[in-house]
């Protein structure tokens, strides 16, 4: 797409999704969210940077190839689960640690890294999928 307003606001609402995404997957936990919707909210933003920019200077952004990033994510949600084992309970058991900082009481959890990890598999396998999808197209105007 080659307006001059598409191109010209692309950045600006692709950092205002991922922005977004971040806060839809902190909140899943007790709110509806989660990583799932949430890395489909990122990769809907990396998709339209890729559509306004390219697919070159979409991957340049990214500066780690998106499957990359998927595999990371699989890492990630396995981890959880193997602290829950480690802690002798079963196989992807919620475990919760309290920290303070400041005052303030920050908790941390193994659901909140398994989500992390299906955030960053959706970000990776969907932007993947778009910016292969996208390269393609660029390729069959080019001929």
Known sequence: MNTVIFK??????????????????????NEPGGGFIGGLIGAS?????GIAAGVD?????????????????????????????????????GLWWIFEFEGTEIALSTPLIFDIGVYAVVVGAVGTIALSLEGEEGEEEDD
């Open 8 to 29: 010209t606001a692309a950045p600006v609402l692709t950092a205002l999704m991922l922005v977004f995404s971040i806060f839809v997957l902190l909140r899943g936990h």
């Open 45 to 49: 933003g990396l998709a339209i940077y």
């Open 57 to 93: 200077a979409c991957r340049r952004a990214l500066r780690v190839h998106p499957i990359v990033l998927a595999g990371l994510g699989v890492v990630l949600a396995a981890i959880a689960g193997f602290i829950s084992l480690a802690a002798e309970v079963p196989f992807l058991t």
